[in-house]
């Protein structure tokens, strides 16, 4: 017996084409990490010209390329195709919990916009890729 292929949801538009949001989604979510093309083929146990295919729209991942891939990219497969973006009530909400920027916000406005800036970019940083420790 042969097994049918796996298909993805694809997203009509107005014109009648098929688009997935996925593409992006993984570029971002690699980038986000850091990873090269290469780096996150390795990860996957795939050749890079795969993940270059599935970032240009030229293949569509299987549902077991997409738990590798999001296995690779430290997300779940829902965030993986959401685009792995949360909303900014969602990343203020989850960061103000944190009692490190809760005890440093009565500092912020003192600030100038490139000190700003630069420490929330450090900050959500830390919230995206929490070190690990030994």
Known sequence: ?????????????STGRGHLRLAHS??????RNGLSQRQLALRMSVPRTYVSKIENEKATPTLSSLERLARA?????????SGG????Q???????E?????DIMPFLAQLNGMQMSSIL??????????????
């Open 1 to 13: 017996m042969t097994q049918a292929p796996e298909v993805m949801p694809v997203h009509m538009d």
């Open 26 to 31: 993984i570029r971002s979510l690699r980038l």
């Open 73 to 81: 990219l430290e997300v779940s497969v829902p965030d993986l195709l």
């Open 85 to 88: 973006e949360r909303s900014r």
């Open 90 to 96: 969602e990343e203020v909400r989850e960061l103000m």
């Open 98 to 102: 944190d009692q490190f920027v809760a």
């Open 121 to 134: 970019a450090q900050v959500r940083d830390l919230t995206v890729r929490p070190r690990r420790s030994a």
